[in-house]
């Protein structure tokens, strides 16, 4: 269920650059928070941190975004 999740995701916001991960975590019945992470080398540093995080509702087939935000920095 959490590939067809993230796909369904990725079909209505653009896959960042530097894609890590994506955890999906289920808040309640059909709710589900959505991090997406990125990682970077900076300074010699592997840097991880989340460059997106999405509130949805999900139902087989279909996943509507609440609310989100992005990490401008």
């Not at 990125?38 to 999405?54: A, G, M, P, V, W």
């Amino acid at each position: 269920m959490d590939l067809e999740i993230e796909s369904l995701l990725f079909k209505q916001v653009e896959k960042p650059k530097h894609h890590l991960m994506t955890k999906i975590i289920n808040v309640w019945e059909n709710r589900y928070r959505i991090n997406v992470y990125t990682e970077i080398q900076e300074d010699n540093l592997t840097k991880r941190k989340i460059h997106s995080s999405y509130f949805c509702h999900y139902e087989p087939g279909k996943l509507t975004i609440v609310d989100g935000l992005k990490n401008t920095a």
